[in-house]
């Protein structure tokens, strides 16, 4: 008796993926993931952050305590440039020149609180004939 024959299947080609292609594919969408995420992290870090009301207060009592030593060693005190107040003060820095602290506002409400901190520079006349060598004073501080 003739043995039935198994009717074969031929498997289609065509419709299903290779190896190959699913570990392209893979990679390309591992490359997007990571180029969304890292462009995710950059957006999150140049957003600007929202400060607390504890951070404000910690930031502006260290402004008034930095206003404070400069107000307690300022040897002058020059208002006339108000909302800028410039302060001479002693060495501070060891480098034997008088320290100028200018403190800034510009009247407008939530704008930051400037300060700024340099030496009035001394410079000495060139040596002349005469005995006596002054000093002038740097325009720039008050007097």
């Known amino acids: 008796m ?4 198994a009717p074969r299947i031929r498997a289609r080609r065509g419709h299903a993926f290779t190896l190959i292609e699913l570990v392209v594919s893979l990679a390309s969408a591992a490359l997007i993931v990571g180029a969304l995420a890292s462009l995710m992290i950059l957006a999150a870090r140049a957003a600007p952050q929202r400060a607390t009301r504890e951070d404000l207060a910690l930031t502006t009592a260290g402004a008034a305590d930095l206003l404070a030593a400069d107000l307690l ?9 108000l909302p ?9 820095d060891g480098d034997g020149l008088t320290d100028v602290v200018t403190w800034s506002w510009d009247e407008s409400d ?3 609180l400037g300060l700024q901190r340099r030496d009035a520079r001394h410079r000495r006349a060139p040596p002349g004939p005469g005995p006596a060598r002054h ?3 740097d325009p720039d501080l008050p007097r």
């Open 2 to 5: 003739p043995r039935a024959q």
């Open 73 to 81: 060693a300022a040897s002058v005190i020059d208002l006339s440039g």
């Open 84 to 92: 800028t107040v410039r302060l001479a003060c002693a060495d501070r």
């Open 110 to 112: 939530g704008s930051p």
């Open 135 to 137: 000093q002038r004073r």
